[in-house]
């Protein structure tokens, strides 16, 4: 199996950056793309940011020039770089991963969640 554990969710004030981190363990193949997802109270879970193993990056358009997604392919951990943050940054963040186990299954795992906060 393979698992993802997040930190560094947080309160934060308007204009401020916080750092999301996300690593995955276990028994992993590879990892073909890890990427960041958000759900606001009330609202479906949407894209925030993805990288793809050759280092392929996709942005939601609310956070392009915002946020950026570095990856640590040697640690198996991706981050979320969230600058200039703003009220409606305010949501549960999910870290994704998919590839392939050590046993050719396929994976698609997520995290438990870390709430960020954005106050005004």
């Known amino acids: 199996q393979v698992q993802l554990v997040e930190s560094g969710g947080g309160l934060v004030q308007a204009g401020g950056s916080l750092r999301l981190s996300c690593t995955a363990s276990?028994?992993?193949?590879?990892?073909?793309?890890m990427g960041w997802y958000r759900q606001a109270p009330g609202k479906q879970r949407e894209l925030v940011a993805r990288?793809?193993?050759?280092?392929?990056?996709n942005y939601a358009d609310s956070v392009q020039g915002r946020f950026t997604i570095p990856r640590d392919n040697a640690k198996n951990t991706v981050y979320l770089q969230m600058n200039s943050l703003k009220p409606e940054d305010t949501a549960v963040y999910y870290c994704?991963?998919?590839?392939?186990?050590?046993?050719?299954?396929?994976?698609?795992?997520w995290g438990q969640g870390t709430q960020v906060t954005v106050s005004s």
């Open positions: 994704n991963a998919v590839g392939r186990e050590t046993t050719m299954r396929v994976y698609d795992v």
């Open positions: 276990g028994s992993i193949f590879s990892i073909n793309a």
């Open positions: 990288i793809s193993s050759g280092g392929r990056t």
